[in-house]
């Protein structure tokens, strides 16, 4: 159990996905424009991440690995991420569709999000079982929907604050990315 909760706390914020990892940016620089919207990003990707971690754990356990096709985990893990980003862009079509508005090009493009192909290739990397591969999976993307929801939580103050021309929209933001990751690295005394 010890050991399950280390893997939790050091997905999540030691070894963050976007801030020490620095995977994942597209989403998080693009949708993180407004908290509603970057919540509902973040709850995608923990669904995404935490179920493409325990199907592609299984499948290259149990298939892969099995079948000396160790080499094709790529093309697998690729596909079994489209798979779930379709599913995830059906459902919230359907359910949740100002959402689905909002999240507009960002929701497809998590199927190309380096983010969730790389835990899933950590996973491997690291030989995580299920458990454990779900568990890196959910703290990682819970990492995620921490530093995207403190980003849009910071752009939209600092809408309201002047800011000299020169540092209006990307720079700002990139600045203030980079100060985030500099503030995560005061986590890896954690473990």
Do not use: W
């Not at 706390?9 to 976007?18: G, K, Q, T």
């Not at 754990?57 to 096709?69: A, E, G």
């Not at 980003?85 to 380096?114: D, R, S």
């Not at 809408?159 to 986590?187: W, Y």
Request: hydrophobic residues 55%; aromatic residues 8%.
């Amino acid at each position: 159990m010890k050991e399950l909760l280390i893997i939790l706390i050091s997905a999540a914020l030691v070894n963050n996905v976007v801030l020490s990892q620095f995977l994942g940016l597209c989403p998080f620089l693009g949708v993180s424009k407004k908290v509603d919207t970057s919540v509902g990003m973040g709850a995608a990707v923990i669904f995404v991440i935490t179920i493409a971690s325990a199907v592609t754990s299984v499948l290259y356990t149990q298939v892969l690995v099995r079948f000396h096709l160790e080499y094709l985990q790529t093309i697998v893990f690729i596909l079994v991420i489209a798979a779930l980003v379709q599913f995830v862009e059906i459902v919230l079509k359907k359910v949740m569709p100002g959402l689905y508005q909002a999240l507009g090009v960002y929701l497809p493009l998590i199927t190309t999000n380096c983010a969730v192909l790389g835990i899933a290739i950590i996973n491997v990397q690291k030989e995580y079982g299920i458990l454990k591969s779900i568990i890196n999976g959910f703290g990682t993307a819970a990492g995620f929907t921490i530093a995207i929801v403190i980003l849009a939580g910071i752009r939209e103050r600092n809408e309201h604050n002047d800011i000299p021309k020169a540092f209006q929209g990307s720079p700002i933001l990139l600045i203030t990315a980079g100060l985030m990751a500099m503030a995560f690295v005061g986590f890896s005394g954690v473990l």
